[in-house]
């Protein structure tokens, strides 16, 4: 999606609310969902815009805020304004006026309105045309609380928050989301003239309607009906349940491409996530970061995969927990993994790679047909195509202080309960005995074993219990 418009555009982000009722220590727009803080959301959002800039407006946790709204990976250019005190939604927006140029059309956010559409606000935008205050409307059935749209025949005469209203006014359904698009040279004009003369002595944003009215700019009610666009978050109930109401929209979108969701109201994903065709997953899945599953993958229940590649037809059983960080995991075509598996960062597994339950994979590389089935840890380690590593093995990766690396060339079969104190290369073909402890690499072909000889003394008698005296 992008804009074209004959005006750039800019977006002010009010965020210097408290969110008391959050009742946290992490600032309200800080807080997450699916995964991204609110106010990341909005701007996310503002970017599909292709806004020139971005003004967002902190105060409350400002120190917190700031560091995530500058950090680099921003795709639009942000610049901070801070609100001391908060003095209401106006005095919020006159805060940026320093900040914004005359000649482009302001789009006013909120930092706690996270799911916003971009073609919504495209639309707002396109209400706006440059010369017009366009207000994004929406009906409740219980308005409570919100400024109301009042009208006069079809046009648009005032907002009249709910403190202020009459009876009258209170009856009336279509409310103001708390998002406009209003040209900056007017928006400023306004501003100036705010007062603070209402029921609650704040500077009413929502005042700029009466100032347009009386100077005969046109007001345009942008209205829409879908309340998620425009919900904002105050507690931790709002959160859950606006995740949940997101959660199953995404869930929605994945079936209408053909994934195969045992239940869309047990389904996470915080990320990104491709889907190729016939894709199955199972109830209670969290997806994080960048996870790509293949033709035909199939996750079981209960699996937490992050930043993975899951290549066609492989089986990721329950319980599996796969955490690619930084380096990714990449999982190969027909591999079977779990249940009760963990893969970590630099886990590349090849095609028909078995890993089987409470076996741990990290910064290792399986090739074709290599097969960890139990109990074993693979760290630092290079491993052949149809190598067999035995239940209970691991390699001994770190003296305490450096990482070493384990070669397990092709064919090796490793024992049950063996432990390869790297750096150390078992040759291809080699055997190691159960329970050895290998220190030294081993020739192609060997058996090597490494653990106290077995003795058994014939005949042995137990010793037996000394009778009570
Ligand atoms: C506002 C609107 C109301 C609308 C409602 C939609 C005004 C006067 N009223 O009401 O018409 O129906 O949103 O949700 O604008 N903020 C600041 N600084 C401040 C005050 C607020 O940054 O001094 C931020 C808040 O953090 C929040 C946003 O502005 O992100 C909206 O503030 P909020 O107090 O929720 O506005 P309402 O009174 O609910
Ligand atoms: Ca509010």
Redesign the pocket.
């Known amino acids: 999606m992008s804009l074209n418009t004959p005006f750039p555009v800019d977006v002010v982000v009010?965020?210097?609310?408290?969110?008391t009722r959050m009742k946290s220590r992490l600032p309200?727009?800080l807080q997450r969902l699916a995964g991204v803080p609110l106010v990341q959301h909005v701007l996310n959002t503002a970017a599909q815009l292709n806004a020139r800039s971005a003004v967002v407006?902190t105060?409350h946790g400002a120190d917190q805020v700031e560091p995530l709204l500058l950090a680099s990976g921003q795709a639009l250019a942000v610049q901070c304004v801070r609100?001391e005190p908060?003095?209401?939604?106006?005095?919020?927006v006159q805060q940026a006026v320093p900040a914004l140029a005359d000649d482009g059309v302001v789009v006013i956010l909120?930092?706690?309105?996270p799911l916003t559409q971009a073609d919504t606000l495209l639309a707002l935008i396109a209400q706006c045309g440059g010369d017009k205050l366009a207000l994004l409307t929406i009906d409740f059935a219980d308005p409570t609380?919100?400024?109301r749209i009042v009208r006069d025949g079809d046009a648009v005469k005032a907002?009249v928050?709910h403190k202020d209203a009459t009876e009258a006014q209170r009856q009336i359904k279509e409310?103001?989301?708390?998002i406009m698009a209003v040209p900056a040279r007017l928006l400023k004009a306004w501003l100036a003239r705010l007062d603070n003369q209402n029921a609650q002595g704040?500077y009413?944003?929502?005042d700029v309607v009466k100032f347009a009215v009386a100077d005969g700019v046109p007001v345009v009610a942008h209205k829409i009906a879908d309340a998620l666009q425009?919900a904002?978050i105050?507690s931790p109930v709002q959160l859950a349940e606006l995740e949940r109401a997101h959660q199953l929209r995404q869930a929605h979108r994945f079936m209408e491409q053909g994934v195969r969701l045992k239940d869309p109201a047990r389904f996470d994903l915080r990320g990104q996530l491709d889907c190729a065709q016939d894709v199955e997953i199972d109830v209670n899945c969290i997806f994080e970061g960048q996870v790509s599953l293949g033709e035909g993958v199939k996750v079981g229940a209960n699996c937490v995969l992050a930043n993975c590649i899951i290549a066609t037809g492989a089986v990721i059983h329950p319980f599996t927990h796969i955490d690619g960080e930084k380096l990714g995991v990449s999982v190969g075509e027909g591999a079977l993994i779990g249940p009760f598996a963990r893969l970590r960062p630099g886990a590349q597994l090849g095609a028909e790679v078995h890993i089987g339950n409470f076996v741990e994979v990290k910064n290792s590389t399986l090739a074709k047909g290599a097969k960890a089935n139990h109990l074993a840890y693979l760290g630092d380690a290079t491993v052949g195509e149809r190598v067999n590593y035995g239940a209970g093995s691991i390699t001994a990766n770190y003296d305490g202080a450096n990482k070493h690396r384990t070669v397990i060339e092709a064919d090796v079969h490793i024992g049950s309960n063996c432990v390869l104190v790297a750096p150390v290369t078992i040759g291809a073909g080699g055997t190691v005995g159960g329970g050895s402890t290998i220190t030294k690499s081993t020739e192609p072909g060997a058996l090597s074993v490494a653990r106290g000889k077995q003795i058994s003394i014939a005949n042995w008698v137990r010793p037996a219990k000394k009778p009570k005296a």
């Open positions: 009010m965020a210097a609310g408290k969110g309200k727009v407006i105060g609100q908060q003095l209401g939604t106006g005095h919020a909120s930092g706690d309105v609380g919100y400024g907002i928050e409310v103001y989301s708390g704040e009413y944003l929502t425009v904002g105050n």
